[in-house]
């Protein structure tokens, strides 16, 4: 079964870098894209970065473009999102997620992110 799972949040004063990483596992992770979600307290989850199969064509949210970079190891089967200058605005749940040829969405279990202003 596909799990996905997160680590590396915590709390980072504003200006300041955190990296992200997110190890998969239970399906052929070189085959599916695969993206960084966040949800703040009282929002609705937004997407944050996205990267195909192979680690082409990585996207942005507006917000992040610039600051955050997301990349994969295929043969880690991990994905990792780092993050630089962050803002307080950034504070948020973090989560990785894939999503199969049905469409069905995979997710972690979530990281938090706190950025103090």
């Known amino acids: 079964q596909v799990q996905l799972v997160e680590s590396g949040g915590g709390t980072v004063q504003a200006g300041g870098s955190m990296k992200l990483s997110c190890v998969a596992s239970?399906?052929?992770?070189?085959?599916?894209?695969m993206g960084w979600f966040r949800q703040a307290p009282g929002k609705e989850r937004e997407e944050v970065a996205t990267?195909?199969?192979?680690?082409?064509?990585?996207s942005y949210a507006a917000s992040v473009q610039g600051r955050f970079t997301i990349s994969r190891d295929n043969a880690k089967n991990t994905v990792d999102l780092q993050m630089n200058n962050l803002k307080p605005e950034d504070t948020a749940v973090y989560y990785c997620?894939?999503?199969?040829?049905?469409?069905?969405?995979?997710w972690g279990q979530g990281t938090q992110v706190t950025v103090s202003a």
């Open positions: 997620n894939t999503r199969n040829r049905q469409g069905d969405d995979y």
């Open positions: 990267i195909d199969y192979n680690g082409a064509r990585p």
């Open positions: 239970g399906y052929t992770f070189s085959v599916y894209g």
